[in-house]
């Protein structure tokens, strides 16, 4: 058997990092075993399925190399294959025509509320009520399943699912167990439209049923729909994917991700926070499944690794401190050309001068190993990129007093003197200049770093001031040993 794995987003909106994780788990399974990993749309929704939600679903898959073996499929190009398996389903006896409307079902869910409500007010209800009430908020099913006269004529009909009224399903999840339901639990759904459309539950079984899917992947908010849907595959006698349902990401507290907890979508992560893909990827495949005490797991090792027995059954918790260590790994082994042109992308690095680009090239060996991701790395170049006089304010201002001024002016002419501008040879000056003047670097250092940075994050002394350039780092302790900063 090949292994046929999926992937279908709703393109109501934003990749989200919970659907990327589920992505990356079925693109790796299916890697792992040497199958097939699909793309479907799920676009039956047309009220709220946009171009753009398309177009930013599959941009962030491409961005984390998680593109599908074949062509995406649009779910709504094959509405006319849904119907007629819903048609077929009729033939079988399991399925129906109803002519219930959605208006007489909500009066019934209305009826249902008001007797909820009597019951609250009262604290009990009377036995006919109760029966009512009883009545009402069990699973729905049609008076029209079971009767052979015709339809009423021009009557709006719909298709609705036969659920059998014994017995019971029982679902082996990979990561949820074997976990039952009696079909006397679960309504009687609508398959097909009055206006002849597929609703979401019909078109997901039988697109996964036409593409060949051996394994779903998916979010355990997705479990009751398994239940849902496995009858439509015992009434077409279709074989039943094997299923693995896992626990959604739960923010820092413990509750479920939502925009509170910060940012939720793919691209805020590469275009906002600035990760790489790759540190995204390690990160997410660690969110929900373990390979013993293992954090920086490359690619291949994943796809060797990957297995649905490693997937936990407990909700994980996003930890940024966690991802900035993983993405920090990243970023050290990226290529300098690679990480300065993904900051050139950044609005902050925008306008400033050819000198000062390439200023920042040179530097990015030592930059990229302090930085987390590209938003601290634009933080760690930001004293390279700072035009003079540089204006000091706060602590740093207080800093450069009278004294202060007086070293910086001693120390101009034994930089001046050096012959090869590098930063041990700056380092080794500095430190014969405080043996020569009886102090400790301390006295020095904090101040020159003040005049050369302005106080921004930046390496050690001598790294600035060799990153910085000769002429860029004299100009600079020049501006404040005389007072013009």
């Not at 413990?254 to 793919?266: F, I, M, Y």
């Not at 790294?463 to 501006?479: P, Q, S, T, W």
Request: hydrophobic share 40%; glycine share 8%; charged share 25%.
């Amino acid at each position: 058997m090949t292994v046929v794995t999926r992937f279908a987003p709703s393109p109501t909106g934003y990749l989200h990092i919970g659907g990327a994780r589920t992505a990356l788990f079925s693109w790796l399974y299916a890697r792992a075993k040497g199958g097939k990993f699909l793309l479907r749309i799920e676009d039956t929704d047309k009220d709220r399925s946009t171009q753009e939600a398309i177009d930013a679903i599959l941009d962030g898959l491409n961005w984390l190399g998680l593109g599908g073996d074949e062509e995406a499929i649009l779910q709504s190009s094959r509405a006319g294959r849904h119907a007629q398996v819903a048609h077929e389903l009729v033939k079988r006896g399991a399925a129906y025509l109803c002519p219930v409307t959605p208006e007489e079902l909500q009066q019934r869910r209305d009826a249902a509320e008001l007797l909820q409500k009597k019951k609250a007010a009262d604290g009990h209800l009377s036995a006919d009520d109760a029966r009512e009430l009883d009545e009402l908020t069990r699973p729905f099913r049609s008076p029209w399943r079971d009767r052979a006269k015709p339809l009423p004529p021009e009557a709006p009909t719909v298709v609705r699912l036969r659920m059998p009224d014994t017995g019971e399903l029982v679902v082996k999840d990979h990561v949820q167990g074997i976990i039952s339901r009696k079909f006397a639990d679960l309504d009687d759904l609508v398959l097909l439209r009055s206006d002849g459309t597929p609703t979401y539950m019909l078109a997901v079984v039988v697109d996964d049923h036409d593409m060949g899917v051996t394994h779903v992947i998916r979010g355990d908010d997705h479990f009751l729909n398994t239940f849902r849907q496995l009858p439509i595959y015992l009434g077409m006698g279709w074989p039943q994917p094997a299923y693995s349902h896992v626990p959604l990401i739960h923010g820092p507290d413990g509750k479920k991700l939502s925009k509170r907890h910060g940012a939720t979508s793919v691209d805020e992560y590469r275009d906002v926070l600035g990760y790489l893909p790759e540190g995204m990827k390690n990160y997410l495949l660690r969110l929900g499944w373990s390979h013993g005490d293992d954090e920086i797991i490359s690619e291949a090792s994943a796809i060797e690794w990957f297995d649905l027995d490693g997937l936990n059954k407990a909700p994980a918790r996003l930890d940024f401190a966690k991802l900035d260590s993983v993405n920090r790994h990243y970023m050290a082994e990226a290529s300098d050309q690679r990480l300065f042109d993904l900051l050139l992308a950044r609005p902050e690095m925008q306008g400033k001068s050819p000198e000062v680009m390439s200023r920042i090239l040179s530097a990015m060996p030592a930059l990229k190993i302090r930085s987390a991701n590209i938003v601290q790395l634009a933080e760690q170049a930001r004293f390279l990129t700072d035009i003079r006089p540089i204006q000091l304010t706060g602590k740093a201002a207080d800093q450069i007093n009278e004294e202060a001024r007086g070293r910086l002016a001693a120390l101009l002419p034994q930089l001046e003197g050096l012959s090869e501008w590098t930063e041990p040879a700056i380092k080794a000056e500095l430190t014969r200049y405080c043996d020569q003047n009886g102090i400790s670097m301390g006295k020095i250092g904090p101040v020159l770093r003040v005049v050369l940075t302005g106080g921004a994050p930046a390496p050690d002394i001598a790294l600035v001031l060799a990153l910085l350039g000769r002429n860029e780092a004299f100009a600079r302790v020049m501006d404040h040993s005389r007072g013009r900063g």
